[in-house]
């Protein structure tokens, strides 16, 4: 089945340190996005991508990094310079013509110690 | 700037009733208004979605209506049901860029 796998589901991190989320799909979709999600704050938009090797900032980019080496894959990094990093991160892709349909992940929550 | 609004912030209905979620947009070039379901722990499912030239949708027991000039649409749930409990979301893009509301906690009481 086509779908979009994110990694890993539940992380802990240390204060200080950097991790990077997994985002891989095999929809064949050109955009990818990050979306972090906050009780009572919905999705706010950190990067996007519309094609390979390309990717722009979001709302709410600081303290954050991705790369786009492949069609399939948009890993985000959150660094330690994201000050309040705790939150459930969404990863999503889009056709390339059509109907508009985002698709997501299962997303990955990621809890700071 | 909150491009899309939406209310209530959370919604508790008796099984069998009427769920009613609200949206409001700014943008008039917004030309694609989804909704997604999403359950604890799990990423957001397209549930339906409109586009402005039309007034209203309904697929199964879930219709959007939508009022072009007065810039809202809203989520009904016909006959409520306790497996309907989830947060709804509704967001408006163009092109590629889409736009989220903040979410509606719906509890439907059996």
């Known amino acids: 089945d086509g779908g979009i796998t994110q990694s890993p589901k539940y992380l802990f991190r240390k204060e200080g340190q950097n991790v990077t989320l997994s985002c891989e799909q095999n929809?064949?979709?050109?955009?990818m996005y990050w979306y972090r999600q906050d009780p009572g704050q919905g999705l706010r938009l950190i990067y996007y991508?519309?094609?390979?090797?390309?990717?722009q900032k979001g709302d709410i980019a600081e303290g954050y990094s991705v790369s786009r080496e492949k069609k399939e894959s948009f890993p985000l990094t959150v660094t330690s310079a994201q000050k309040n990093p705790t939150a459930f991160y969404l990863c999503?892709?889009?056709?390339?013509?059509?109907?508009?349909?985002?698709?997501f992940g299962a997303g990955s929550r990621l809890t700071v110690l | 700037q909150q491009q899309v609004k939406q209310s209530p912030q959370s919604l508790i209905v008796q099984k069998g009733g009427i769920s009613i979620i609200n949206c409001a947009y700014e943008?008039?070039?917004?030309?694609?208004f989804p909704w997604y379901q999403q359950f604890p722990g799990k990423g957001p499912a397209l549930l339906i979605a409109?586009?402005?030239?039309?007034s209203e949708k309904k697929e199964g027991r879930f219709t959007i209506s939508f009022n072009k000039s007065a810039k809202q649409f809203s989520l009904h749930i016909m006959d409520s049901q306790p497996g309907d409990s989830a947060t709804y979301f509704c967001?408006?893009?163009?092109?590629?860029?889409?736009?989220f509301g903040t979410g509606t906690s719906l509890t439907v009481i059996p």
């Open positions: 999503a892709s889009i056709q390339p013509t059509g109907a508009n349909v985002l698709t």
């Open positions: 929809l064949n979709h050109d955009a």
């Open positions: 991508s519309q094609i390979v090797n390309d990717f």
């Open positions: 943008n008039t070039a917004f030309d694609y």
């Open positions: 409109i586009r402005p030239d039309v």
């Open positions: 967001a408006a893009s163009r092109g590629n860029q889409f736009y």
